[in-house]
């Protein structure tokens, strides 16, 4: 669902995280449009910026997402890059992209890592995804 936009959704808030001086903000929009409620089929896009607040240049290599639905059921997502690429970062740079996941269940939330290189001496490291929640009208109340 790379690119998902132009879609009728609705923001929930933002969420934010900092780890070794790459800044990661997360919005979450629900798609009602590509969601069926009735045939327990939700779905939401997800707007991330990657802010390289550093003095070297960084390199996101994978991810690793956990999405978690209302009824505690987890799913684990890993690959390579985002949206098909492996960004780098230099200092000052950031990095901005849209996806999406669907659900089950009127509410989840999502939670990840994304797994980095300093491309000038091969140090890996990992920065910290914010968990941040997936809201839809169809539900009680917030999950995250």
Not at 46 to 57: D, K, L, S, T
Not at 60 to 66: A, E, F, N, Q
């Amino acid at each position: 669902m790379a690119g998902a936009g132009g879609s009728s959704g609705s923001a929930a808030g933002s969420y934010a995280a900092e780890t070794r001086h790459i800044r990661v903000s997360v919005r979450a929009f629900y798609l009602e449009d590509q969601s069926q409620p009735d045939e327990g089929h939700y779905v939401w896009a997800y707007q991330v910026r990657i802010e390289n607040r550093g003095r070297e240049p960084v390199q996101l290599l994978r991810r690793t997402w956990h999405i978690t639905d209302a009824n505690g059921r987890t799913q684990n997502v890993h690959g390579a890059g985002v949206v098909g690429q492996q960004p780098i970062l230099e200092a000052g740079e950031s990095f901005e992209y849209t996806s999406g996941t669907p659900l089950d269940t009127p509410s989840g939330f999502m939670v990840g890592v994304y797994h980095m290189v300093v491309p000038d001496s091969g140090e890996a490291f990992d920065v910290a995804i914010p968990a941040f929640s997936l809201d839809s009208p169809h539900q009680g109340g917030r999950v995250h």
